[in-house]
């Protein structure tokens, strides 16, 4: 029973929870809606579930694929507050720019800076996972776990 509640209590597991049930929410708000308006909605959750399923597979290659996924959105908004200056017409940095800035995030609702922290957190727990393990980046799933892999292995044998 601890090994198990100790399993729901890791910051995987708590992510995965949480995309899963934005995403359930999501695909709730967009199944009643009667023109399917909210495809960016649904788009995003999509995307931020199949990433938290990455990053709780824990493997290289889905560590990898849940960074790059969830990588998206932090450029989404930094080229949203870029192209602002532009298609508000001034100046790029200015107090005018900030101040626009401020009053639209203010005005979209908090589904936006959600989507922004969920996948932050995905984006860091993935990095993360490839820095502090690096002699995982040459283990495949067939490896046994006594056997050694990688380039270094690979010139012993020969």
């Known amino acids: 029973m601890k090994r198990l509640t100790s399993r729901f209590l890791e910051p995987r597991s708590i992510i995965l929870g949480f995309t899963t049930f934005y995403f359930s929410s999501t695909l709730s708000m967009w199944i009643d809606d009667s023109f399917f308006q909210n495809h960016r909605a ?62 639209a995030m203010s005005n979209v609702g908090l589904t936006p800076l959600i989507m922004l922290t969920v996948s932050a957190v995905i984006l860091s727990f993935s990095i993360v996972s490839h820095i502090r393990f690096p002699q995982l980046r040459w283990m495949n799933e067939l490896d046994q776990p006594g056997e050694e892999v990688g380039p270094v292995a690979q010139t012993r044998k020969s």
């Open 42 to 103: 649904m788009f995003v959750a999509t995307v931020l579930l199949i990433s938290a399923v990455c990053l709780a597979m824990n493997r290289v290659w889905s560590n990898l694929l849940a960074a790059v996924l969830s990588g998206q959105f932090p450029f989404v908004i930094l080229a949203e507050f870029w192209m602002l200056s532009k298609n508000a017409e001034v100046t790029t940095f200015s107090l005018k720019h900030i101040q626009t800035w401020w009053w």
